[in-house]
């Protein structure tokens, strides 16, 4: 059974450090994996989407990166500012072509401070 | 439209009501999943549509939960006999196929059940 994991469960930086968000994953059969933002109260805003063969997506200040064969992701956040304050999620979508859901992971609350 | 939608935003029922929930997918897109989300957790998977199937339901919990799909586009969560423990946020995802395209949310429905 596929589990995702995020490390840390929370963080918190000053403004203006880079920082990196660890997504793990238990079974490395997967197609591919998603990152996401989840303001309060909101809903889920796509940030990267990595295919199984592909080793890393950038967008803007933010760079992702898969080792599939380790089960593990991870999202670089770039001189952080405090809009970047937000609950970031990973998701493996798990390969073998049974299902299309995606398997999430329970988030890193990240607060950038002023 | 310019994004998935869903309505109500919020939802108050009493326990024991029947509730509906509605989600306008992206046009064009016709895979549709639905997704619950309690305080602090991830999204869990609950059914996946490909066009005006359930491909997968096995994330249902029981069958006072069901879903349909009725001409390929717009979503309707049906919720019977509601209890406490449906209280969640309900997010509606799309996306243009399955398997190795990006899935984008909805802003959710909070369901409270009192």
């Known amino acids: 059974k596929q589990e995702v994991t995020q490390i840390p469960a929370a963080l918190s930086v000053p403004e203006g450090e880079n920082l990196v968000l660890n997504c793990s994953f238990t079974?490395?059969?997967?197609?591919?994996l998603q990152w996401f933002r989840q303001d309060p109260g909101k809903g889920l805003t796509s940030l990267l989407l990595?295919?199984?063969?592909?080793r890393e997506q950038t967008s803007g200040r933010l760079n992702a990166s898969l080792d599939k064969s380790s089960g593990r992701s991870t999202l670089y956040i770039a001189a952080s500012q405090p809009g970047d304050s937000a609950t970031y999620l990973c998701?493996?979508?798990?390969?073998?072509?049974?299902?299309?859901?995606?398997?999430f992971g329970t988030g890193t609350l990240l607060a950038v401070q002023p | 439209g310019a994004g998935v939608s869903q309505t109500p935003s919020n939802k108050v029922t009493e326990k024991g009501k029947y509730v509906e929930l509605r989600c306008d997918p992206i046009s064009g897109h016709t895979a549709l999943y639905w997704y619950r989300q309690s305080l602090g957790q991830g999204p869990e998977f609950l059914i996946y549509?490909?066009?005006?199937?359930?491909?997968?339901d096995s994330g249902l919990p029981n069958d006072r939960f069901f879903a349909v799909r009725p001409e390929g586009s717009v979503s309707t969560l049906k919720i019977q006999r509601t209890e406490r423990g449906d209280s969640a946020v309900y997010l509606c995802a799309s996306s243009f196929e399955a398997s190795n395209t990006e899935a984008f949310f909805g802003q959710g429905t909070r369901l409270t059940v009192v």
């Open positions: 990595i295919q199984s063969s592909q």
């Open positions: 549509f490909q066009g005006t199937g359930a491909a997968d």
């Open positions: 998701a493996v979508r798990p390969g073998g072509g049974a299902t299309n859901k995606l398997i």
């Open positions: 079974d490395s059969a997967i197609y591919n």
